[in-house]
């Protein structure tokens, strides 16, 4: 094949970005899209891609699951229906990418990775930032040692609640409403990325506080991630905060012993200019700007040569496990008020 068909279950929000970065993507064809809601499907093909109609359109979901016709299938839908809609797929044969959180629990996470191997697919956590050229540039400048040894990351991600986005908080965290569960994998991903950086350090401890609301999802979280002592006895810690209270906003900035590099918007739009900045001891600054890049179509870019080409997805089972495991360890820092170990 030269080309992966894809299918999308369900009629999400963010098929706004996601469906036309399946079109887009040289080594991607969309095949078909369904939805539980009689006409959603073919009104979301209708709205975001109106020029682009030789698209099945399902009111069934199992209908695209066993679509001769699909490879591979983008599972966008709530939360708590990722694990079950991903193993239907999986054991249909389909490869399958899974909107983050790839699931609620890492127990979960272990059923669909056993599930793909024993289909022989690919299945990847669709976190699209990560494919954006400016965090390897990031990278590069971490692992130069240019701002010396890393001993703290901060990333703060938020938006502001509309009315139309009322439902990511319309229940509790335990069902995968709130924040955490929308935008915290997010800041989570980001600075167990950075401290990963530096040898693959994983969090220690952790503890964070939340402001609930009347169902039990969580509306602002803030905490702390212990990554334990360096070699010579320095601390550590990665700072997040998250809210749909502020405006948007979506940085993390990594410190180290030298200076501090920052990427200032992990979510940016396919005409937007990034920018990073970094500054030393010395009082050396820059800024970075980069050519605009669509993260989504190069994710799907990415997934499609996977499949195609028999390549490991480039976020792996282990890294979707390890994010879930802190994300399950900061809502129990929260209901109990208390410093949650990770070891």
Known sequence: MSKLKWGILGAARVNERLLPAIIEASNSELVAIASRRAGAAKATLDKYAPCHQNVTCYDDMDALINDKNVDAIYCPMANNEHAEWALKAINAGKHVLIEKPMALTVADIEAIEAAAIKNNVKVMEGFMYRFHPQHARVKEIVESGLIGDVLSCKASYSFLMRPARMYRIASGVKEGGGAMWDIGPYAIHSLRWAFGLSGGLEPKSVIAHAKLNEVGADIVTSGVLDFGNDAEGRARFGHFDISFERSRKSEYEIIGTKGWVKCHAAWVFQNDVPVISWALEDGKYAEERFA??????????????????????????ADAKANCKVIEAVLESVSNCSLVSLA
Do not use: G, R
Request: hydrophobic share 40%; glycine share 0%.
């Open 292 to 317: 605009p890049s669509n993260h989504f179509t190069l994710e799907i870019q990415h997934f499609s040569d996977c499949v195609l080409n028999n390549i490991a997805p480039y976020l792996s089972f």
